[in-house]
């Protein structure tokens, strides 16, 4: 007997059950707590049409009638133990920050609940614990944690204030016709219109900017405004304060400006600045998947209170691009890619992106491929939106989501660089070439990070941050997130004389963003892409192509990664790989340490261990390693004056706040004008069981640059099969409809367009 299977059609049962029962009951109860069919609530989330329309389909959706099955055993076991609504102390991760977090929840999922199956129950519990943070709010000071920079009342900083009203708007919406007048006048004059302008007019320094943590402000004051009516409180909330005390000068705590003079501000601004006509979000995935919550599901409020504005269509549908693009910046696995300030693991199966991809469905013209995505996702929002998910993968209407090569442009215009995904086979390579990200941003530019099916080959590190984890600076951001995560040399990327790109400094990295060169997906067996990036050192150029070229001769795609440097000075370049995996070989010798030192004293390098020193025996430097049962190679030309260096996070780190991972550094000294060539190969498998290595080792032979001017740059490759293939880059002409013809080595290449490969 499958017993977890039965219960849950028990639960489904009993539902269904009582619905029809409080339905029955509900017409006996008093005046004043009936549901009122006439009023004009719920209306943000929830409609009266849509509430109707999800009771016609009970029982007969089964991914919604599960999602409510568990959201229904959830509050219930909540409503047993009672309502806590103490007294705020502690940061992010401690008790009384995780109830209040727990509480908004809560009385958002009761509200809906109420709704939908018409169990005053429900109501009673949201109503009862409004009237405990009515009685709690007139009451509290400024958090006593000191942190932030907009510290909040319930919690350390506004932006969770935020969280909290956005949340509980709804929840205030779905009882709203079932409360008094009385009642409701004493929620709105103790709780919410303090509670919207105290995070508004009291903190413009938090509400009067763009930034992900000012769209949760707007939208919280904007939702709540929504049920109110409250017309000034929604004029605030979409187009910012018309008046402040914001200086030019004053900073977050996170190094970013507050305010640019003259920038459009509140929901609107941060519509129009921070996303790119394709979608991107500049401060990142990671960012863009916390906001995309808040900037969605106001959306939908708008959408139901205010049609007219037409808020899907602003910015060309920018909203529901957004979410196309974020999609397409997950790994094979459904994992963000950790550009800027990102947490590893953090997928489409969070809450936000389930909310998103049923609000994109519904609104976007409902695109079956989406529908894949919410059925691997398992769970719907209780809404119209979740309900028309249900009924599309009900009918067997998904299609399968497939994420191809993608090049996705930064800036409110397009045009401050971008992100290029390529995807071939197994492999994915993500190309940064974008602008600084707000304070969010790393300083990165022309970065990369691998992926073989949806595993790390070569990584970005991420954030140095335990979101909620209160033993670790109160689950907020460590200090070796500026000292090491932020910094060039945490990237893969070049560092020139060990310094940061822009100094490592917001003001001077705010101003400027890398050029694509130029970016072509059509071949299915070149994907290939190209930027520049000229401000990152002043005086110096940087032009790095990536492709991924899938060839006969190789087992699987491999990448080639092409780095020119002009300078007018004579310099020393790093140029890191953050490898992860074990080491299997190395065709240099190389001197391990005992006593280790670290490699710098300041810009990420005092975070470093210099573990072994190298230096090429030949040509060509091949450095191979295994992750996940695979093996992987590394082949770079190099110059016998290199030096190869063997390093691994974690110098300088007594609190062990950094993960201790390899990297291979490339360091070319007393260098003026040069250019890196190197080919990553994926390659063979080795199998626990058997015991039996594959295909073990790099198919190439020799890598050279035949061909280095400021015109043209070319590599050759050989094989160890003795077979030859050619990479020719324009270096200055980068017109799809360019014709060329040059001579290298008494051989004539002809070919249209950027580049050329055979």
């Not at 001579?743 to 002809?750: G, P, R, S, V, W």
Request: proline residues 3%; hydrophobic residues 35%; glycine residues 6%.
């Amino acid at each position: 007997m499958n017993f977890k299977k039965n219960t849950a059609k028990n639960v489904l049962f009993l539902i269904v059950f009582m619905f029809l029962v409080s339905c029955k009951t509900t017409s006996q109860s008093t005046s004043n707590k009936e549901v009122a069919i006439q009023g004009a609530h719920p209306k943000l989330i929830l409609t009266k049409e849509g509430v109707n329309n999800i009771r016609k389909h009970l029982g007969n959706v089964p991914i919604f009638d599960r999602s409510l099955a568990t959201t229904k055993a959830e509050v219930d076991a909540e409503i047993e133990l009672g309502i806590f609504v103490p007294v705020p102390q502690d940061f992010s991760g401690g008790y009384t920050h995780e109830r209040h977090k727990s509480n908004f929840l809560l009385m958002q999922k009761a509200g809906v609940l109420y709704q939908i199956l018409n169990d005053e129950k429900y109501a009673t519990y949201v109503k009862d614990m409004l009237f405990a943070y009515a009685k709690l709010y007139p009451t509290l000071p400024v958090h006593p944690q000191t942190r932030s920079y907009a510290r909040g009342k319930l919690f350390w900083q506004c932006l969770n204030d935020s969280n909290w009203l956005v949340y509980t708007a709804q929840a205030y919406d779905c009882i709203y016709d079932w409360l008094s007048k009385e009642e409701r006048d004493v929620l709105e004059n103790d709780l919410f219109i303090p509670f919207a302008k105290f995070i508004s007019e009291g903190n413009p320094q938090f509400f009067n900017r763009v930034h992900n943590h000012s769209t949760w402000g707007n939208v919280a004051v904007g939702m709540i405004a929504l049920v109110m009516d409250n017309d000034e409180l929604l004029e605030n909330a979409l187009n910012g304060l018309k008046t402040d005390n914001l200086t030019a000068d004053m900073k977050d705590n996170d190094g970013g400006f507050i305010k640019i003079e003259g920038q459009r501000l509140g929901f609107f601004g941060n519509l129009d600045e921070p996303f790119s006509p394709d979608g991107y979000y500049n401060e990142g995935p990671y960012y863009q998947r916390y906001a995309m919550y808040p900037f969605l599901i106001f959306a939908q409020a708008m959408h139901n209170v205010k049609p007219e504005l037409k808020i899907f269509e602003y910015k060309d549908g920018v909203l529901l691009k957004a979410v196309n693009a974020l999609i397409n910046l997950t790994d094979a696995d459904g994992e963000f890619f950790p550009l800027n300030d990102g947490q590893k693991g953090m997928s489409y199966y969070t809450a936000a992106l389930v909310s998103a991809v049923d609000i994109a469905y519904h609104y976007g013209g409902n695109n079956p491929e989406l529908l894949s995505i919410a059925k691997k996702q398992d769970q719907v929002v209780l809404d119209d939106t979740g309900l028309s998910i249900a009924i599309g993968i009900k009918e067997g209407l998904e299609k399968n989501f497939t994420k191809k090569s993608i090049n996705l442009s930064d800036g409110r215009n397009g045009d401050e660089g971008g992100v290029g995904i390529l995807r071939n086979e197994s492999l994915e390579l993500v190309f940064k070439y974008a602008s600084q990200g707000s304070s969010h941003g790393h300083y990165d530019k022309l970065s990369f990070s691998l992926y073989e099916n949806g595993n790390e080959i070569i990584q970005d590190y991420g954030l140095s941050r335990f979101v909620n984890i209160e033993q670790k600076g109160g689950g907020n951001y460590l200090k070796e997130n500026k000292t090491w995560a932020k910094q060039t040399i945490a990237h893969n990327t070049l560092s020139v004389n060990e310094e940061n790109h822009f100094k490592g400094e917001f003001e001077i990295g705010s101003q400027h963003h890398s050029d694509l060169y130029f970016y072509d997906d059509k071949n299915p067996n070149i994907k290939i892409v190209s930027a520049t990036e000229v401000n990152a050192y002043p005086g110096t150029e940087m032009l790095r192509t990536f492709a991924i070229i899938k060839d006969e001769e190789f087992e699987k795609p491999f990448i080639v990664d092409l780095f020119k440097v002009k300078s007018a000075t004579k310099n020393q370049y790093d140029l890191p790989y953050f490898y992860l995996g074990q080491i299997i070989t190395a065709n240099f010798d190389y001197k391990s340490f005992s006593q280790l030192e670290s490699l710098g004293t300041k810009n990420g390098y005092q975070h470093l261990w210099k573990e072994g020193l190298g230096n090429p025996s030949s040509e060509n430097s091949v450095f191979s390693w295994i992750n996940n049962n695979l093996f992987y190679s590394l082949t770079t030309t190099s110059n016998t004056s290199d030096e190869l260096i063997l390093a691994r996070i974690g110098a300088h780190d007594p609190d062990y706040n950094l993960r201790r991972e390899p990297s291979l550094i490339i360091r070319r000294k007393n260098a003026q004008n040069t250019t890196f060539a190197t080919v990553i190969e994926s390659h063979g498998s080795y199998s626990p069981i058997t015991e039996l290595a594959l295909n073990a080792y790099s198919n190439i032979e020799k890598l050279k640059i035949i061909l280095d001017t400021d015109t043209y740059t070319a590599v050759q490759i050989t094989t160890v099969n003795k077979k030859t293939k050619v990479l020719i880059i324009s270096n200055k002409d980068n017109s799809k409809e360019k014709n060329h013809t040059i001579t290298i080595d008494n051989k004539e290449y002809n070919w249209k367009g950027s580049y050329y490969y055979n």
